[in-house]
């Protein structure tokens, strides 16, 4: 093999995995806030309260984002169970904020 294609190859790969880092951390970042605003929601209906039935729906909407990731990816029985357990929830919860309960 050619050195010159050898050496080009691993610093495209090395190029892809910096970019890939890149938009790992900003992923993480984004998730920390968006997990910090809903405790703040959470915390303030709960002094208040008020209904959780949206903040659950935005928990359990996460997680099935998550969940659906991991079966996708593990392709396991118990992820995929899990999975179609949150699309229950979710349905249940988004029926509840529609009906204003």
Excluded at 13 to 24: P, Q, S
Excluded at 27 to 50: D, V
């Amino acid at each position: 093999m050619n050195k010159n294609k050898i050496l080009e190859a691993a610093q495209q790969a090395n190029d892809d995995e910096g970019k890939r880092y890149t938009i790992l951390a900003s992923q993480n970042i984004i998730f920390g806030f968006y997990s910090l605003g809903l405790l703040f929601i959470l915390t303030i209906r709960l002094l208040r309260h008020e209904s959780l039935n949206d903040v659950l729906f935005l928990f359990l909407l996460g997680g099935l984002g998550i969940e659906i990731s991991q079966a996708i990816n593990k392709r396991s029985v118990v992820s995929i169970l899990m999975s179609l357990l949150l699309i229950v929830a979710v349905v249940y919860t988004a029926w509840l904020i529609a009906l204003g309960k």
